[in-house]
Each structure stands twice: as structure tokens, then as C-alpha cells.
């Protein structure tokens, strides 16, 4: 059964880069019918699509408009995850950080969610 | 301020039907794209309860049932109970944004 586990820091400082890693357990991040995708939830801006990575005979990403400049999201094939990298935050992006993988158009099943905070 | 409008609460007695209904454009649900709904309970992450408009993923009760027409969709709750007590998020594709929206989650309390 597919688990998804999110680690990463839960505190980071303002203009300083957010990275979360998501180890993927029984998929493969290079599965070529599934993408692997960020999604965050805060109070004011609710539930919000970040971006994915999937692999097709090769690696690609798309990102959501809000976050492009901002964004990268990594799979690290070696050890069956993938990473989001989230950089010049504010405090504005503080909310829970989910990963999730997408077989077609929607998530299922969810990370267990990483409430990361913006503050000095 | 999400793409796809949901009413912030719904409530009902056990036992009861309730429905909470998702608006979204011409650029997301009325242009074709599916509509799927999510279950999050308190301090959990989001659950898959439909797919694909209309369909129950393995395990969830069909007491859960979705339907769309144009530019909106729909999730009817029969039977209410008051484990399914949540909040409850529709999501579809919207091409002017390129990307994947959610709507801004209803509050279901069962009385």
C-alpha cells in the first residue's frame, strides 16, 4: 500500500528557502502514469496546488502560476522521493505542506501534512 | 477567493441528506473538467471521496454520491451520522490557471 512521508523543518525564516522531502513507499517516483505534487493549506488562502514532478521517458515539472518564480520541485530517484524547494518566503507562506500523488486528475492518498512557519 | 465556490457550513440531523454544492467557470468544471471531493477529518490530512464527478474510490460508503451539471457540481451526503462530521473540498482543473483548484471547503456539523 502506498505511503507518503513528509519530513522537513517546521520553522524557517523569512527570505530563506523552505525544503520538504516526501520518501515515497510502494510506488516509484519514476512510475511513467503517476505525478508527484505539492499542495499547501492555510486559513487564508485554503487548500492551493504548489506543482509536480513526473516522469515520461524523461523529467518534467509544472509549477503553479502563484509560486513560479519561487519553486522547484526535485525527484531523487536513489532514494524514492521527491523534494519541494520554496524560496524567498514570507510569512505569507506559512500553511501545512502536503505531497500527493496524482494517477490522473486528482490526489490520492496525501502525505500526513508538515506545518511549516515563516517567522524570525 | 478560491476558483471554485463552496458554502463555508452545511448541518443536518442523523439520519438526514444533506448537499454542498461547488461553483466553479467556464474555465474549469463548465469547460469539462472533472470534479472530485475530498473528507478531511480534524488534524488529518484530505481524503479522496469521489473521483472522476461521480465515483467512490474502494472503501467509501455509498452513502457518498457526486454529480456535476455545467458549471457546478454537487456532493450528497444520505444517512448523515455524526462521524461524518468534517470538512469537505471539491477540486477540478482550470485552464486559464493551467492548474489543479480546490474550492474553498465546507464545514459539515451533524446536529
Known amino acids: 500500500q502506498l505511503q507518503l512521508q513528509q519530513s522537513g523543518p517546521g520553522l524557517v525564516t523569512p527570505s530563506q528557502t523552505l525544503s520538504l522531502t516526501c520518501a515515497i513507499s510502494?510506488?516509484?517516483?519514476?512510475?511513467?502514469?503517476?505525478?508527484w505534487n505539492w499542495i499547501r493549506q492555510s486559513p487564508s488562502s485554503g487548500l492551493e496546488w504548489l506543482g509536480r514532478?513526473?516522469?515520461?521517458?524523461?523529467?518534467?515539472?509544472d509549477y503553479a502560476v502563484s509560486v513560479k518564480s519561487r519553486i522547484r520541485i526535485n525527484p531523487d530517484t536513489s532514494k524514492n522521493q521527491f523534494s519541494l524547494h520554496l524560496n524567498s518566503v514570507t510569512p505569507e507562506d506559512t500553511a501545512v505542506y502536503y505531497c500527493?500523488?496524482?494517477?490522473?486528475?486528482?490526489?490520492?492518498?496525501w502525505g500526513q501534512g508538515t506545518l511549516v512557519t515563516v517567522s524570525s | 477567493q478560491s476558483v471554485l465556490t463552496q458554502p463555508p457550513s452545511v448541518s443536518g440531523a442523523p439520519g438526514q441528506r444533506v448537499t454542498i454544492s461547488c461553483t466553479g467557470s467556464?474555465?474549469?468544471?463548465?469547460?469539462?473538467?472533472?470534479v472530485h471531493w475530498y473528507q478531511q477529518l480534524p488534524g488529518t490530512a484530505p481524503k479522496l471521496l469521489i473521483y472522476?464527478?461521480?465515483n467512490r474510490p474502494s472503501g467509501v460508503l455509498d452513502r457518498f454520491s457526486g454529480s456535476k451539471s455545467g458549471t457546478s457540481a454537487s456532493l450528497a451526503i444520505t444517512g448523515l451520522q455524526a462521524e461524518d462530521e468534517a470538512d469537505y473540498y471539491c477540486?477540478?482543473?482550470?485552464?486559464?490557471?493551467?492548474?489543479?483548484?480546490f474550492g474553498g471547503g465546507t464545514k459539515l456539523t451533524v446536529l
Open positions: 500527493a500523488r496524482a494517477l490522473y486528475d486528482w490526489f490520492d492518498p
Open positions: 510502494g510506488d516509484s517516483v519514476s512510475r511513467n502514469t503517476a505525478a
Open positions: 514532478t513526473y516522469y515520461r521517458s524523461r523529467w518534467y515539472t
Open positions: 467556464s474555465s474549469n468544471i463548465g469547460a469539462g473538467y472533472e
Open positions: 472522476g464527478n461521480n
Open positions: 477540486q477540478s482543473y482550470d485552464s486559464s490557471l493551467s492548474g489543479w483548484v
